[in-house]
Nanobody
Framework: QLQFVESGGGLVQPGGSLRLSCRASGLSLEHYAIGWYHQAPGKEHEGVSCINNDGSTWYVHTNEGRFTISRDNAKNTVYLQMNSLKPEDTGIYYC?????????????WGPGTQVTVSS
């Protein structure tokens, strides 16, 4: 079964940057779309960005221009470059696999990685 381990989170000041990694195990992720979700404290998971297996991408409108998603199939890893971070970006970030961006998730939630944006 395809599973993920997220990493790269941390404490950063507003305006700072982080690069999150989502490393897959169990199967190759090259045939899947992979998406990032954000769970703010006390809220549900919300989609942040997604990349299809053809490299096409989707971003929630509030993150366009600030976040960049990319994939390295050889490393079985998807990345999320986060720039110009805001306090509202604080939360736990998870990744998941889909047949294509917008479809139902195919994988269980991993441990996630905590991002805290605070001065």
């Amino acid at each position: 079964q395809l599973q993920f381990v997220e990493s790269g989170g941390g404490l950063v000041q507003p305006g700072g940057s982080l690069r999150l990694s989502c490393r897959a195990s169990g199967l190759s992720l090259e045939h899947y779309a992979i998406g990032w979700y954000h769970q703010a404290p006390g809220k549900e998971h919300e989609g942040v960005s997604c990349i299809n297996n053809d490299g096409s991408t989707w971003y929630v409108h509030t993150n366009e221009g600030r976040f960049t998603i990319s994939r390295d199939n050889a490393k079985n890893t998807v990345y999320l470059q986060m720039n110009s971070l805001k306090p509202e970006d604080t939360g736990i970030y998870y990744c998941a696999a889909f047949q294509f961006c917008g479809a139902n998730t195919l994988t269980p939630w991993g441990p996630g990685t905590q991002v805290t944006v605070s001065s």
